[in-house]
């Protein structure tokens, strides 16, 4: 599986995993992915952000390679700046929502699309998301967010109010898309079958002539079927239960302390084996 670091394609998620709390890359991070890339590793990211928010990290690691976007509605090629895939909300996605909207009054929410963010539902929790992702969303009721394209619906509350949602959603029992917890305050809405494990599954399909190795790093459930999908799949001490117990590699540091430059040891140490 390890015959040479120029066939690994490491992917990992940012918040919780390659991201500090603050939102910063540790240099123990930074200097890891220099030594990898320079020995010829690919090196990408997966994450539920949109690519505006994304494109700061992008441009500080210098990504050449695909990279997951919107929770795997989306796989991007940052260097010709074009979508390779997208996997789009179905048109009753917007049905969905305003169901949620009744039994939820006080919910926020947000419709991601390649554009940008569509902020449609504020309360507290989204005023706080939009500062931290520092890259200002359009405000509008949901009736006037552009038509087609929808990549996920994110909705925000308390953990507790998460729970009920997480139960009415399923008692609904909406068709045609799926639904993943990716914090303990945001649940959102995806097209059915999508997750970072399908889209690490559609680059395998754009890179398959080049014979790569996959190895992914995540630590929330919206990060467990990228882990499971992948060759080798690592978990930072600082991820959920769920996603520890899948990993192959249960890495002992936190996203604050290097979980990536432990994860990158563990691969120079296999390919040496």
Same mark, same amino acid.
């Not at 931290?132 to 308390?158: N, Q």
């Given at each position: 599986?390890?015959?040479?670091?120029?066939?690994?394609?490491?992917?990992?998620?940012?918040? =919780?995993?390659? %991201?500090?709390?603050?939102?910063?890359?540790? !240099?123990?991070? /930074? &200097?890891?992915?220099?030594? #990898?890339?320079?020995?010829?590793?690919?090196?990408?990211?997966?994450?539920?952000?949109?690519?505006?928010?994304?494109?700061?990290?992008?441009?500080?690691?210098?990504?050449?390679?695909?990279?997951?976007?919107?929770?795997?509605?989306?796989?991007?090629?940052?260097?010709?700046?074009?979508?390779?895939?997208?996997?789009?909300?179905?048109?009753?996605?917007?049905?969905?929502?305003?169901?949620?909207?009744?039994?939820?009054?006080?919910?926020?929410?947000?419709?991601?699309?390649?554009?940008?963010?569509?902020?449609?539902?504020?309360?507290?929790?989204?005023?706080?998301?939009?500062?931290?992702?520092?890259?200002?969303?359009?405000?509008?009721?949901?009736?006037?967010?552009?038509? =087609?394209?929808? %990549?996920?619906?994110?909705?925000?509350?308390? !953990?507790?109010? /998460? &729970?009920?949602?997480?139960? #009415?959603?399923?008692?609904?029992?909406?068709?045609?898309?799926?639904?993943?917890?990716?914090?303990?305050?945001?649940?959102?809405?995806?097209?059915?079958?999508?997750?970072?494990?399908?889209?690490?599954?559609?680059?395998?399909?754009?890179?398959?002539?080049?014979?790569?190795?996959?190895?992914?790093?995540?630590?929330?459930?919206?990060?467990?079927?990228?882990?499971?999908?992948?060759?080798?799949?690592?978990?930072?001490?600082?991820?959920?239960?769920?996603?520890?117990?899948?990993?192959?590699?249960?890495?002992?540091?936190?996203?604050?302390?290097?979980?990536?430059?432990?994860?990158?040891?563990?691969?120079?140490?296999?390919?040496?084996?």
């Amino acid at each position: 599986m390890f015959e040479s670091i120029d066939r690994v394609f490491l992917v990992t998620d940012l918040d =919780g995993t390659l %991201l500090s709390e603050d939102k910063t890359i540790c !240099p123990k991070n /930074i &200097e890891a992915i220099e030594r #990898f890339r320079a020995k010829g590793g690919r090196f990408s990211i997966a994450t539920g952000r949109t690519l505006q928010t994304t494109i700061r990290y992008v441009e500080e690691l210098s990504i050449t390679d695909p990279m997951i976007l919107y929770n795997g509605a989306c796989v991007y090629d940052p260097v010709r700046e074009k979508i390779l895939h997208l996997s789009p909300l179905p048109e009753t996605a917007y049905e969905y929502a305003k169901r949620i909207f009744e039994a939820f009054p006080q919910i926020g929410a947000e419709v991601l699309r390649p554009d940008g963010t569509y902020m449609v539902k504020m309360n507290s929790y989204e005023e706080k998301h939009a500062e931290y992702c520092t890259v200002p969303p359009v405000y509008c009721t949901i009736d006037e967010v552009p038509e =087609g394209e929808w %990549l996920k619906i994110l909705f925000a509350m308390s !953990p507790e109010e /998460i &729970e009920k949602l997480i139960e #009415f959603a399923g008692a609904e029992g909406f068709g045609g898309v799926s639904f993943v917890r990716s914090d303990a305050i945001f649940y959102e809405m995806l097209p059915g079958g999508i997750s970072k494990g399908s889209a690490l599954n559609e680059c395998r399909r754009i890179l398959a002539s080049d014979n790569l190795t996959f190895a992914a790093v995540g630590d929330y459930h919206n990060d467990l079927e990228m882990v499971i999908n992948a060759d080798i799949g690592a978990a930072p001490s600082n991820a959920q239960q769920c996603v520890r117990e899948a990993a192959d590699v249960k890495l002992r540091a936190s996203c604050s302390d290097g979980a990536i430059a432990e994860f990158i040891s563990v691969i120079e140490s296999k390919i040496q084996i």
